[in-house]
C-alpha cells in the first residue's frame, strides 16, 4: 500500500506498539497501515458515513464523533500519540483542538497544507483567484478549509501556546519547491508535518 508523503513520514515518529488516536481518521488508510508495521493499539474518529463504513471494512476501530465538538470523552495521556492529517484548517477552533489533542496524549502529529507555498501565492498574483492546487483541490466556496494557516503561523501558535516541536518536516514535490523547501519552508513547503509535545 502506498501512503501520501506526510504519512509516511510520520510513521517514523511513532513507537511500535503504541497507543494512537487519528482524528479526521478518513478510510483508515493511516492507522490500517500503523498497525501492520508498527503494531500498534488505534483508534480513530471520523464524521463521514461513508469513511466510516471503510475504516470498518479495514478492521480500524472507528468512533463517529465531530471533532469540533470537542474530546471530553477521553481522560488525560490516554494515548502515546495524536494524529490529525489534513484537518486542522477545517476545524472551527483549531488552537482548542491542539490543545485537547495534547492533553489526552503524550505527544502528537499534525499535518496541514501551506497557504504561503510559492506556487499558492504565484496562483494568486498571476489569475487574481484563491488558489486551486493538488494540496488545496477546491473552489472558494466549496472548501472545507476554513483557517488559512501557513507554516510561520503555525510556529507562532505553537510558541504562544508553549508547545514544543520535537520534529518538523515540509513536503514539496516539485522543483524548486523540493530543492529549497529546507531554506525557506514557509515559501517552498506545500504540506507541513509536525511532532509535537506539551
Given at each position: 500500500?502506498?501512503?501520501?508523503?506526510d504519512?509516511d513520514?510520520?510513521?517514523?515518529w511513532?513507537a511500535?506498539?503504541?497507543?494512537?488516536?487519528d482524528?479526521?481518521?478518513?478510510?483508515?488508510?493511516?492507522?490500517?497501515?500503523?498497525?501492520r508495521?508498527?503494531?500498534v493499539?488505534g483508534?480513530?474518529?471520523?464524521?463521514d458515513?461513508?469513511?466510516?463504513?471503510?475504516?470498518?471494512?479495514?478492521?480500524?476501530?472507528?468512533?463517529?464523533?465531530d471533532?469540533?465538538?470537542?474530546?471530553?470523552?477521553?481522560?488525560?495521556?490516554?494515548?502515546?500519540?495524536?494524529?490529525?492529517?489534513?484537518?486542522l484548517?477545517?476545524?472551527?477552533r483549531?488552537?482548542?483542538?491542539?490543545?485537547?489533542?495534547l492533553?489526552?496524549?503524550k505527544?502528537c502529529i499534525v499535518?496541514?497544507?501551506?497557504?504561503?507555498?510559492l506556487?499558492?501565492?504565484?496562483?494568486?498574483?498571476?489569475?487574481?483567484?484563491m488558489?486551486?492546487?493538488?494540496?488545496?483541490?477546491?473552489?472558494?466556496?466549496?472548501?472545507?478549509?476554513?483557517?488559512f494557516?501557513?507554516?510561520?503561523?503555525?510556529?507562532?501558535l505553537?510558541?504562544?501556546?508553549?508547545?514544543?516541536?520535537?520534529?518538523r518536516?515540509?513536503?514539496?514535490?516539485?522543483?524548486?519547491?523540493?530543492?529549497?523547501?529546507g531554506?525557506?519552508p514557509?515559501?517552498?513547503?506545500?504540506?507541513?508535518?509536525y511532532?509535537?509535545?506539551?
Amino acid at each position: 500500500m502506498t501512503l501520501r508523503v506526510d504519512l509516511d513520514i510520520l510513521q517514523k515518529w511513532i513507537a511500535p506498539g503504541s497507543r494512537v488516536l487519528d482524528l479526521g481518521c478518513g478510510d483508515g488508510t493511516l492507522l490500517h497501515s500503523l498497525r501492520r508495521s508498527h503494531d500498534v493499539e488505534g483508534y480513530g474518529l471520523e464524521i463521514d458515513p461513508q469513511r466510516i463504513a471503510a475504516c470498518i471494512a479495514r478492521g480500524v476501530n472507528v468512533i463517529e464523533t465531530d471533532i469540533n465538538q470537542g474530546l471530553s470523552q477521553f481522560t488525560d495521556d490516554s494515548f502515546d500519540t495524536v494524529v490529525m492529517t489534513y484537518s486542522l484548517q477545517t476545524l472551527l477552533r483549531p488552537d482548542k483542538t491542539l490543545g485537547e489533542m495534547l492533553r489526552i496524549g503524550k505527544e502528537c502529529i499534525v499535518t496541514f497544507p501551506n497557504f504561503a507555498n510559492l506556487r499558492a501565492r504565484a496562483y494568486l498574483f498571476f489569475r487574481g483567484r484563491m488558489p486551486v492546487t493538488k494540496q488545496l483541490a477546491w473552489q472558494w466556496y466549496d472548501t472545507p478549509n476554513i483557517h488559512f494557516c501557513t507554516v510561520e503561523d503555525f510556529e507562532v501558535l505553537c510558541r504562544e501556546m508553549q508547545i514544543h516541536v520535537l520534529h518538523r518536516e515540509v513536503v514539496a514535490q516539485r522543483f524548486p519547491e523540493k530543492l529549497f523547501k529546507g531554506v525557506w519552508p514557509n515559501l517552498f513547503g506545500e504540506t507541513a508535518i509536525y511532532h509535537l509535545s506539551k
